[in-house]
């Protein structure tokens, strides 16, 4: 076996020492070791549920170190969270997503592009009256929620983000005046959510399918599945793509001997494998079953 090949095997699939060694001198032994250790990449980790404390506060320090510098403070000011978004453009000429970094911090709200570097849309918070959720449905059929933000003197910014109803609750605990929050958008967003936990998905490659963990979420607009290295899901089922759901036997990461069949009426057959098999099939045959959520108008 080469390096080439050593290194691709310990990143893909891993490997587990199991070593005891006697340290003698003289024929008299002297010290112990006894090693059980595993090695693998951190994909492969992550995926056998492995590391993910270690991961997520690594992960978490760095978008904080990352948010201060790309956000200049103010004496005082206090950075409180930063996710990826947008800001609508509305000049009267386009219409017009401009995507970058919202950050917020205990003094205002802001959208920021990175390169080029540009502020494209920043508002105080004392200034801050509402904060609408409002549903919009993607020319892909994705029903999104985006976030109407409402300004003294009647001015508005309309905001996309990547957890809008966290930024939603950041915001209804940060501004310092009385907030008005409205309720979820009925039907749109993925407010609220039904089921979600940790879930592996049967990735379809070019080598062949692979075994990818990450978070399964379940809402009344269908599931989304995101591995914790993508920046965005690689899987998303609409309700009413969903066929059935069935526990099935074969082999996968839980250890359990059972995979998670979804039949979809335009990806086929879905595998998935979770902790618990039957309550996310359970979940997903009740969704199925649910009247399919009305289109916004």
Not at 22 to 36: E, K, Q, T, W
């Amino acid at each position: 076996m080469t390096l080439d090949d050593l290194v691709e095997v310990l990143l893909n699939k891993g490997a587990v020492l199991h070593l005891d060694l006697i340290v003698a001198v003289a024929d008299i032994p002297l010290i112990g070791v006894s090693l059980r250790a595993a090695i693998a990449g951190m994909e492969t980790m992550l995926e056998y549920g492995m590391m993910r404390q270690w991961d997520e506060d690594t992960r978490a320090w760095v978008e904080r170190s990352t948010a201060r510098r790309d956000l200049e403070l103010s004496d005082g000011e206090r950075h409180v969270a930063h996710m990826h978004g947008g800001h609508l453009l509305e000049d009267g000429l386009q219409t017009t997503w401009r995507p970058g970094t919202i950050h917020l911090t205990d003094r205002r709200l802001v959208v920021l592009r990175r390169e080029p570097r540009e502020v494209l849309w920043e508002a105080a918070l004392a200034s801050v009256r509402a904060v609408r959720p409002e549903s919009e449905r993607t020319v892909g059929g994705e029903v999104r929620t985006r976030l109407r933000v409402v300004l003294d003197g009647g001015r508005e910014g309309l905001l996309s983000a990547s957890d809008p109803e966290k930024l939603r609750e950041l915001l209804a605990g940060t501004c310092p005046g009385p907030l008005e929050t409205g309720p979820p958008p009925q039907g749109g967003g993925g407010e609220r959510t039904a089921f979600e936990g940790h879930l592996w998905y049967h990735e379809p490659r070019r080598s062949g399918p692979l075994w990818r963990g990450g978070h399964g979420r379940l809402t009344p607009d269908g599931l989304v599945w995101k591995s914790p290295l993508d920046a965005r899901p690689a899987l998303v089922v609409p309700a009413g793509d969903i066929v059935a759901a069935r526990p099935v036997p074969g082999g996968g990461p839980s250890g359990e001997g059972t995979v998670l069949a979804l039949e979809t009426a335009s990806q086929g057959t879905v595998a998935l494998a979770a902790d618990e098999p039957r309550r996310w099939a359970r979940a997903l045959e009740s969704l199925r079953l649910e009247p399919s959520p009305p289109r916004p108008a």
